[in-house]
């Protein structure tokens, strides 16, 4: 089945930097990548998502990549702010739609004021 | 306000008790989802229904019981859990099961 691998677990960076992550998967046919924002106490809320028939997708301080040939993609958060401390999850959609989600383990932002 | 709205927020139980976690959603989606968030672990699928049937079970132990009336509700019922279920447990919903899960905030639950 499919395998999502995160990385680092744990980001710190200095307010105003870039922060990157990223994940790899093993299942070709995974053709959509949702990226979650989960805070403390919250459920994960979806802030970006990219289907395999793009390669990037851009909105505001938040980009993601996807590499289907290499299958890694990557969330990029420029201009980084104290809020946007959390924990990231990526996901993928294993054998392509109608398929439940398989996460990544998670990783741990501090922006750092 | 994610239109997933999950109760209680925390529960304490103790492994000979019944309890039910409940699921409501306000979005008008036909897929409803069961996870469990361990620490420092994926989140784990444990059940999935769409149109009000279930459609896939993860191996989910039978103490753990699904019940889904209709496509606005989700519940999880619960019966001589163990320490081991103590866990976040998030509910979510998609408009199909290839479109955008939306979560609720979850129940934080407890086994004494």
């Known amino acids: 089945g499919e395998n999502v691998e995160q990385h680092p677990s744990t980001l710190s960076v200095q307010e105003g930097d870039s922060a990157v992550i990223k994940c790899t998967y093993s299942d070709s046919a995974s053709n959509y990548f949702p990226w979650y924002k989960q805070e403390l106490g919250k459920g994960p809320q979806l802030i970006i998502d990219?289907?395999?028939?793009?390669g990037e997708k851009k909105d505001q301080r938040i980009a993601v990549t996807l590499n289907k040939t290499a299958k890694h993609f990557s969330l990029h958060i420029t201009e980084t702010q104290p809020e946007d401390s959390a924990v990231y999850f990526c996901a993928a959609s294993p054998r392509g739609g109608n398929t439940p989600l398989v996460f990544g383990k998670g990783t741990r932002l501090s922006v750092i004021a | 306000e994610t239109g997933v709205t999950q109760t209680p927020r925390h529960l304490v139980m103790g492994m000979t008790n019944k309890k039910s976690l409940k699921c409501e959603q306000h979005l008008g989606h036909n897929a409803m989802y069961w996870y469990k968030q361990s620490a420092k672990k994926p989140l784990e699928l444990m059940f999935v229904y769409s149109l009000e049937e279930r459609v896939e079970n993860n191996s989910v132990p039978s103490r753990f019981s699904p019940e889904c009336p209709n496509s606005s509700h989700l519940f999880l019922h619960l019966h001589t859990l163990q320490p081991e279920d103590s866990a976040l447990y998030l509910c979510?919903?998609?408009?199909?099961?290839?479109?955008?899960?939306?979560f609720g905030d979850g129940t934080r639950l407890s086994i004494l």
């Open positions: 990219i289907r395999s028939n793009v």
């Open positions: 979510a919903s998609s408009q199909t099961r290839s479109q955008p899960q939306h």
